[in-house]
Structures are given as structure tokens and as C-alpha cells.
């Protein structure tokens, strides 16, 4: 998928301008950097990720770290706010577009070119701890070779597009150092320690991206999600009804309506029917009444008759009353009694004339006999004997005198009674009233008789045919009303028939068309579920079938570079003859318990697990290197495999199949090696038969004379930078370090 | 980045032609369907887009085409 082509580093730590092409020979594809410490091996694959991934692939605090080149600002005493430097490095590389195609889709390489710019200037340092410098308008920019030759700007940009092609999760896969691919591995060093998550991470990431594990995994899930969503879709289509039951419900309403309007028209022909019959049955009324006459009249005459009984009846009751008023009045007493006191009176009048009552002579007498003298003169005494007649005649006299005093009081109550009688008017009233009752009796009378006659001519007015066309009148103007509710009724219930009716078939229509909708989203739910099975199926098998030979190849060649057993030779290969600290079997496995993770492993030769702590770091290189080849391969990974000092501490004969194995397997591995890791004539043969490209960086650029060129592929006059010499694996020139070795044996001189 | 695309490819087309086979399906198109939604599921994993609604088109437009067993 990606071959590099060239890269261009400049003004970066101690570059200060090379040119490394390397090999993209398929026959011929390894490429050697040699360097020893301290020459740039590390600073070059720093500057290689900075170029594909800018600044978070820097170590530590990326903007404390310095890109620059080291003295640049001492020795070229740059003060703070002076012009920048520009860092820059490009990288040219074919990609063929395999990942976006399956199945050798046969795309043409295409020559891209990125190139990443940065420009440091010098600052001012708040602390000791700050940087003095600040990187300013970072870019990258990519471009692409069209089949003519032109380059232009990919649209996609430079981050997307090595995105895709190297993601930065795979970075350490891609570009290691010795530590970072022990990473694969576990068990740390003793400068740094990794938990065995983050290795179980790395290793994960990297098998379920390559073998594309995880893009089955959320694939599987969304198209899930998308087979729910159809099946929704087509349940919300449907609805709840089916269509037979709307048609069923369509064709009641429809025949209720219909119904409904015959109802109506039927109406409408009985109320004309019942308005003309009435109007019939009024004329009929009417011509009757005019018949029997005075109706009218009579009708009058018994109203005011009404109110004249009415007011005789009041005045009658208002006249008995007073009459019988009267019998209770003392005056009556006085009627009554007037004839015996008119008798009495005229009896006692004369003996009062007369002075006979009451007896006045009595009082005369004893006025005498008390002044004890006669009107004769005579002397009045009680014991003389007049007085004694005197007194005898009162005593004689008093009785008589009582009686007469009494009839005197009679005779004055008398008088009173009459004169009492002869002043009342209640005679004369009762006889005014009594004359009044019998002449209101007599007009009651005379009205009971008026009205009588009238009810008898009402009656008979009545008793015509006028009350049986009433009646007919009533009855029809009950139906007529009777007919008219229904009429409304009817008609006010054919507008929701009607709107009921519409509805139903916009709704069958609707219902129609959901059914389709339905259907289709049946169709699209069913693919879907073939989808899943077919991504569940296939990912089974890649998840446990190419996992199964994932392991089986990094088995093999853990084996051919840690035993140097071949392909044809494994079969018979006895484990317990393991060279590298008795491993005897590796491979990745699925973690118990988290199907979906994975870890390297390696068993001791009784077939026991060894933890990564157990290996020493020779041993976990060669996995983790075995592990990212057979990777891949497995998955048919066709990019650059950049490792530095992969080889150290290796022995001679794991290093020399170390080396082969890599050269053999990589698709395009560019190895930074030490002049020890090229020490026999085995490595010394490898290189030259599988690179296509060789380099030395060194760091004796004090041994260059100003302006000689000379097999420098980069020469610079500034001071302290890396140079690249021509020299192969086993080489030396006057400006590599290997110069002061000219005689050490096998070691020649590169003639340029 | 996928690069495994053949052997997905080869374990898709297998398991396409039998689920083809079953259900009376053409299995190029089948295999056609799984592998533009693998692409796209790669596609979203290095840059996010609105691939749930580009995958519900693809299965529509795939309904519409294949035949309805």
C-alpha cells in the first residue's frame, strides 16, 4: 500500500540536509542506514514520524522539544525576535490504493509527496524549564503525480491520507525502536515499564486493524442497527390497522351515509307532504271559524262576564260581610231592646214629672228634722213629739224613698236607651246593605245565566267540526316538527359520514402506499440481516481462523530467526531444541475472558506460559518482530518496516537470521544498524544480496576537509551535523567513522 | 487502514455465495454490498462522516435492485 521513495530531511537536530532514497526494489528491498551511537539513527526515525505526523509524534512535551538544529541559535547568535529557521522534511512514497479495493483491483501506484515545513524562532525563556524557542506555521502539505507528470494537491489533505495509510496508532508497528517493539510484547526495561493493558492494547489495535477485525465488528453492529431501524420503519408504515379492516370500515360508512340520504330525502317529501297538509288543515280552521260566527265575541262576552263576577263576587262578599258585621254591633242590642225600654220609659216619665221618683221629700224632711225646725216653725226635737213623728215618717218614708230612687235610675237609663236608639244609623245602613246584597245577588245571578249561555254557544261552537280539525291541526304540527328534528339530525350527521368516508380512503390510499413503504423497508431490513450474517460468518473466520494462522506463521518465523529453522524444515523441527532461553512455541492468543482482545505469548519447552518478564530483550524483539512480519503478511501489509537497532544485543547467529528473515519477509524494511550488528561475513553477505540501498551517518565531520566532497552524499559546512557517506556495510571512507578501521579484516576501503 | 482486503474478500464471497444460494440471491452483488459497507466502516474509522446514512442508502439501493425471494 505504501513504498517510500525518498526523504528529505533539513535543519532538523543534526541534519542539516540529506537525501535518503530507499529501496523499492521488490528483489532488493532492504535498505541499511549504518550509524553508530550518537550519529543520528535515533534523531533520523524521529524525523521521519515528525514528517508523517507532525508534532505529537514528538517524545515527551512535543512543543518543549526541539526540532531545530541543536546550535543553531549559539552559534549563529540568534536573539530573540531575529528571523526563524525553517525545519523541513519531505517524503516521497507510492501508494496503489489496495485498502480502498479488494481483490487485486489492480490500481496503479500513484507518487505522493508530503512535505511538513516548521519555522523555530528564539524567545525569551520565562523559567529555566521553558524552551527558548516557539515553532511557528506548521503545515503539511501533499501532493500527488497525475499520469502526465503534473503534481497537484490532494484533495483529501496530508493528514487523512497518511491517516489511512500509516494510522498514527500503528506508528510504533511501522516505525520502532528496539524498546518499542519489545512494546508488543510486555515485561518493559529497566528505563521504562509498560502494564500489560497497554500491551494487550497495542497488540489488539494492531491485529483488529490490519486484519480489519474492528471494521467488521462496528460494521456488524450498524448494519444491526440499520436492519432495526427498517424493521421499525416498516412497523410505523403499517400502522395498526390492516388494510381489509379500513376497506371494511370504508364500505359501512359508505353504505350509512347512503342510507342517511335516503332518510333525508324521504324527510324532505314528508315535511312537503305535512307543510301542505297543514296549511290544508288551517284553511279548513279558518273557514270553520267563520262559520260559527261570533267566536270572537263570545269569547269577549265570557271575559268580561269574568271580570263583572268577579268584581259582583267581591262586592257581594264585601256587603255580606258588613251585614254580618252588623248582628255583632251593640247597636243591634239597642234595636232590640227598644221597644221594652220605650215602654219602661213611658211608664216612669210621668212619676218622674212628678217628682215622684226618685223621693226628694225624704232628704227635705231629714234637712228639717236635722235644723231642728219646721217650716211651720215648729221646734223639731227627737224626744218632742213631733220630732218623733218626724222621724217616724223618715223611717217609714226610707224604703219607700230606696225604691223610688231605683226607678229614678231606671228611668234615666231608660231615657239614655232611647236617646241612644233614636240617634243609630245602623238601620238605616243594614237597609242600604241589605238592599245592596240583594241587588249584587241579583247580578250574579244575572252573570251566572250570561255565561252559562255562552259557554253553551262556545259549546257548541266547540262540539263542530272545528275541534276534530285542532286536533288534526296539533298532529300534524307535531309530525311536521317531529319531521323537521329528524331532518336536522340527518342532516346534521351527513358531513361527518362524508368526512368520515374521505378519511377512510385517504387513509386506505395512504395505507396503500405504506404498504409499499413497508415492503420496502421489509426488503432492506431482510438484506441487512444477510449483511450481518455474512459479516458475523466471515468475521468468525477471521477472528479465529486467520488468528489461528497469524500464529502459525510468527511461530514459523520466530523459529527461523531464533533457530533458523526454514519452512521445509519445521515440520521436523523438535521445539525443546529452542536456542532462544528454551521458548519453544509463540503466537498470539485471545485474552479468557475478553474474546475480543489479544495478547502475544510464549511457551517454555514443557509448553508452559512464560510472562514477558522471563524473556530477555533480545528474545522479546525477535517476537515482537516476528509478530509484526507475520502480521504483515497475514494481512498482506505492503509498507516500510523502519527499525532502529533492532539487532542489539542479539547473538550472532539469531542476529544473522534476525536479519535475513526481516530482508526476506518485510515488504520494504529499512534497517538502522550499528557497524556490530555487520560484523560477520553472514550479515555482510545478507546486505549485499537483499539492499538495494546501503548508507552510513556519521558523526566524523571533523575529518572532512572543507570543500572535498568526496564520497559524502551530503556535505555541509556547517558544524555539527550527521553526514551521509556512501559506503556499504563493510566499508570505510575518510570521512565515515569507520576510517580509523582500515586494517580490520574484511573491511575495505570504498574507493569514491 | 484494512489491508487484509483480500482475505475479508475471500471469507465475504464465501459466505455471500451460500446466504446467495439459500435465499436466491445473486451473490456478486451480495458480495458487492458487504464489501462497499466494510469500506465505508474503514472510511469512518480514519475520518468520521455520515456513514449510517451512507450505509442505509447503499442496503436501499441494493433492495431495490436484487431480486425478492
Not at chain 1, 579 to 596: F, N, P, Y
Not at chain 2, 19 to 47: F, S, T, W, Y
Amino acid at each position: 500500500m505504501l513504498i517510500l521513495q525518498r526523504i528529505e530531511i533539513e535543519n532538523f537536530v543534526c541534519f542539516d540536509n540529506i537525501v535518503v532514497e530507499p529501496s523499492s526494489d521488490p528483489e532488493r528491498p532492504l535498505t541499511v542506514i549504518r550509524a553508530e551511537n550518537g550519529s543520528g539513527k535515533t534523531t533520523f526515525l524521529r524525523a521521519l514520524r515528525w514528517g508523517m505526523y507532525g508534532d505529537p509524534s514528538l517524545p515527551g512535551k512535543a512543543a518543549s522539544f526541539p526540532v531545530h538544529p541543536a546550535g543553531w541559535r549559539t552559534d549563529t547568535g540568534i536573539e530573540t525576535g531575529a528571523a526563524g529557521i525553517e525545519t523541513r522534511v519531505a517524503i516521497e512514497f507510492t501508494a496503489d490504493g489496495s485498502s480502498r479495493h479488494y481483490a487485486d483491483s489492480g490500481n496503479s501506484a500513484m507518487l505522493y509527496r508530503l512535505e511538513r515545513t516548521v519555522t523555530t524562532k528564539a524567545v525569551q525563556a520565562s523559567t529555566e524549564d521553558d524552551p527558548d524557542f516557539r515553532r511557528i506555521g506548521e503545515r503539511a502539505t501533499l501532493m500527488f503525480r497525475a499520469l502526465d507528470g503534473t503534481w497537484s494537491h490532494h484533495e483529501h489533505g496530508a493528514d487523512a491520507v497518511i491517516g489511512e495509510l500509516l494510522p498514527w496508532d500503528l506508528r510504533d508497528f511501522f516505525v520502532m525502536d528496539a524498546d518499542e517493539a519489545a512494546d508488543f510484547v510486555g515485561g518493559g526495561s529497566e528505563n521504562k515499564t509498560i502494564s500489560r493493558h497497554e500491551v494487550q492494547q497495542k497488540t489488539t489495535f494492531a491485529i483488529s486493524s490490519l486484519l480489519g477485525i474492528d471494521v467488521f465488528k462496528s460494521g456488524h453492529k450498524r448494519v444491526e442497527s440499520i436492519a432495526r431501524d427498517f424493521s421499525r420503519n416498516a412497523t410505523k408504515a403499517i400502522g395498526d390497522k390492516t388494510l381489509t379492516s379500513l376497506d371494511e370500515e370504508l364500505q359501512e360508512t359508505r353504505t350509512q351515509r347512503q342510507e342517511l340520504e335516503a332518510k333525508i330525502a324521504q324527510e324532505r317529501t314528508r315535511q312537503t307532504e305535512l307543510a301542505d297538509r297543514l296549511e290544508e288543515v288551517e284553511e279548513q280552521l279558518e273557514a270553520s271559524l267563520r262559520e260559527s260566527g261570533a267566536h270572537d265575541d263570545l269569547q269577549k262576552r265570557l271575559s268580561s262576564n269574568r271580570v263583572q263576577s268577579e268584581d259582583a263576587l267581591k262586592r257581594h262578599k264585601d256587603c255580606a260581610a258588613r251585614l254580618g258585621g252588623a248582628l255583632q254591633a251593640s247597636e243591634l242590642w239597642a234595636s232590640l231592646a227598644a221597644s221594652a225600654v220605650n215602654q219602661t220609659y213611658a211608664h216612669l216619665k210621668p212619676l218622674y214629672d212628678q217628682g215622684q221618683i226618685p223621693a226628694s221629700h225624704l232628704p227635705f224632711v231629714k234637712g228639717l228634722m236635722e235644723s231642728g225646725e219646721c217650716v211651720c216653725g215648729q221646734t223639731l226635737l227627737d224626744d218632742n213629739e213631733y220630732g218623733i213623728k218626724v222621724k217616724e215618717q223618715i223611717s217609714n218614708a226610707t224604703d219607700e224613698a230606696a225604691r223610688a230612687g231605683y226607678l229614678a235610675e231606671l228611668h234615666d237609663a231608660a231615657r239614655s236607651l232611647r236617646q241612644e236608639s233614636r240617634d243609630s244609623t245602623w238601620n238605616e245602613r243594614r237597609e242600604t246593605d241589605e238592599a245592596e246584597f240583594s241587588e249584587l245577588e241579583l247580578k250574579l245571578s244575572d252573570l251566572r245565566t250570561e255565561k252559562k249561555d255562552i259557554s253553551i254557544k262556545l259549546d257548541a261552537i266547540n262540539d263542530s267540526n272545528i275541534h276534530s280539525i285542532r286536533d288534526e291541526q296539533a298532529a300534524l304540527k307535531q309530525q311536521y316538527e317531529s319531521c323537521l328534528s329528524a331532518l336536522g339530525r340527518h342532516e346534521d350527521r351527513l358531513p361527518d359520514l362524508k368526512q368520515q368516508e374521505d378519511s377512510l380512503s385517504k387513509a386506505i390510499t395512504q395505507r396503500q402506499r405504506n404498504e409499499l413503504a413497508a415492503a420496502d423497508h421489509r426488503a432492506c431490513e431482510r438484506l441487512s440481516r444477510f449483511v450481518v450474517e455474512i459479516l458475523d460468518r466471515a468475521y468468525a473466520t477471521i477472528e479465529q481462523q486467520q488468528v489461528r494462522e497469524l500464529t502459525e506463521r510468527m511461530n514459523r518465523l520466530f523459529h527461523q530467526m531464533a533457530a533458523n529453522v526454514s519452512d521445509d524444515d519445521f515440520e521436523d523441527f523438535l521445539p525443546n531444541k529452542a536456542t532462544l532461553r528454551m521458548i519453544s512455541q509463540v503466537g498470539v492468543r485471545q485474552i479468557e475472558g475478553s474474546a475480543d482482545k489479544f495478547e502475544i505469548f510464549a511457551l517454555n519447552s514443557r509448553g508452559r506460559y512464560m510472562p514477558p518478564v522471563q524473556i530477555n530483550g533480545a528474545s522479546r524483539r525477535v517476537l515482537a518482530l516476528s509478530f509484526v512480519l507475520a502480521l504483515c503478511i497475514e494481512s498482506q501489509t505492503r509498507a516500510p518496516l523502519i527499525a532502529d537497532s533492532l539487532l542489539n544485543f542479539m547473538s550472532g547467529s539469531v542476529r544473522r537470521n534476525t536479519l535475513r528473515a526481516t530482508s526476506e519477509h518485510a515488504t520494504q524494511p529499512i534497517l538502522l544498524l550499528t557497524g556490530a550488528d555487520l560484523e560477520s561475513p553472514t550479515e555482510v553477505e545478507t546486505v549485499a544480496e537483499r539492499a538495494g540501498a546501503t548508507y552510513t551517518l556519521t558523526g566524523q565531520w571533523d575529518a572532512i576537509e572543507a570543500g572535498s566532497g568526496g564520497d559524502v552524499v551530503n556535505w555541509t559546512q556547517q558544524g555539527q551535523v550527521s553526514l551521509l557517506c556512501g559506503c556499504g556495510p563493510r566499508q570505510y571512507c575518510r570521512v565515515c567513522e569507520r576510517t580509523g578501521q582500515a586494517d580490520a579484516p574484511g573491511w575495505t576501503e570504498n574507493p569514491n | 487502514m484494512v489491508s487484509n482486503y483480500n482475505r475479508i474478500g475471500k471469507e465475504i464471497t464465501a459466505e455471500a455465495e451460500r446466504i446467495g444460494l439459500d435465499h436466491g440471491l445473486p451473490p456478486e452483488q451480495l458480495v458487492e454490498l458487504v464489501m462497499e459497507i466494510v469500506d465505508a466502516e474503514d472510511r469512518n474509522r480514519i475520518k468520521p462522516f455520515s456513514v449510517n446514512k451512507e450505509i442505509t442508502n447503499l442496503i436501499s439501493d441494493a433492495a431495490t435492485s436484487l431480486p425478492q425471494s
